[in-house]
Structure formats: structure tokens, C-alpha cells
């Protein structure tokens, strides 16, 4: 069982940043590939980040490819996404995921066991 709180969310202003963070309850957290998705109102949940156990690997929606950056710190149980440029449209819910096991489908939702509650992103024009 893995418990995943997230962190960080707020309302800012067209170009700003955030910093959302995701701790993870467990000692076998550097065993975990994760991930980050968001939800935005009437709309499915869509794949933004995802990292691999050592942090080597990583990758991105194309929506946020070159403003997002996601890492992770083994020690602390705890992953990152450091969000710049924000834009209206990336207004959602951000949830952190552990997906379910292998192989890693890193994009796809119906993947990952584990969620968070989320943490509301909104971004003012």
C-alpha cells in the first residue's frame, strides 16, 4: 500500500510558476517509477510527466514539454514538478501516480494503482 499526498497548488497569473510536490509513504519509494496527470473540468485525465526509479528517465506531455520539469529526491519520498510559463489551460487538478507494475505504460492513467487527492492548479489570464 503506498499513500501519496500532493502539495503546492494555487492560483497564479498567466507566466508565473509553482512548485508541486507529491510525498509518498513507504521505505521502498526509490522502487517506484511515478507519475503526474491532471484533470481539468469536463475533461479526461491526461498524462503530463513521468520519471523512472532513479530519476535517469524522464518524460513529458507535449503541452508541457520545455516549461515543466519533473524530479524526484529518493531520500525525502518525495517528487517534483517545478511548472514555469503557466498558462491559462493548464488550469486542473494535478494527482501523482505510482503505476501499477510492469512494463510501464508511463502515459497512460488506466496504468497507475496508486493516486493522490490532487491539488488544484489555476491559472488567471
Known amino acids: 500500500q503506498v499513500q501519496l499526498v500532493e502539495s503546492g497548488g494555487g492560483l497564479v497569473q498567466a507566466g508565473g510558476s509553482l512548485r508541486l510536490s507529491c510525498a509518498a509513504s513507504?521505505?521502498?519509494?526509490?522502487?517506484?517509477?511515478m507519475g503526474w496527470f491532471r484533470q481539468a473540468p469536463g475533461k479526461e485525465r491526461e498524462f503530463v510527466a513521468a520519471i523512472s526509479r532513479s530519476g535517469g528517465g524522464t518524460y513529458y506531455a507535449d503541452s508541457v514539454k520545455g516549461r515543466f520539469t519533473i524530479s524526484r529526491d529518493n531520500a525525502k519520498n518525495t517528487v517534483y514538478l517545478q511548472m514555469n510559463s503557466l498558462k491559462p489551460e493548464d488550469t486542473a487538478v494535478y494527482y501523482c501516480?505510482?503505476?501499477?507494475?510492469?512494463?510501464?505504460?508511463?502515459?497512460?492513467?488506466?496504468?497507475?494503482?496508486?493516486w493522490g487527492q490532487g491539488t488544484q492548479v489555476s491559472v488567471s489570464s
Open positions: 501516480a505510482v503505476p501499477s507494475g510492469s512494463p510501464w505504460y508511463f502515459a497512460r492513467p488506466d496504468k497507475y494503482e496508486y
Open positions: 513507504g521505505r521502498t519509494f526509490s522502487t517506484y517509477n
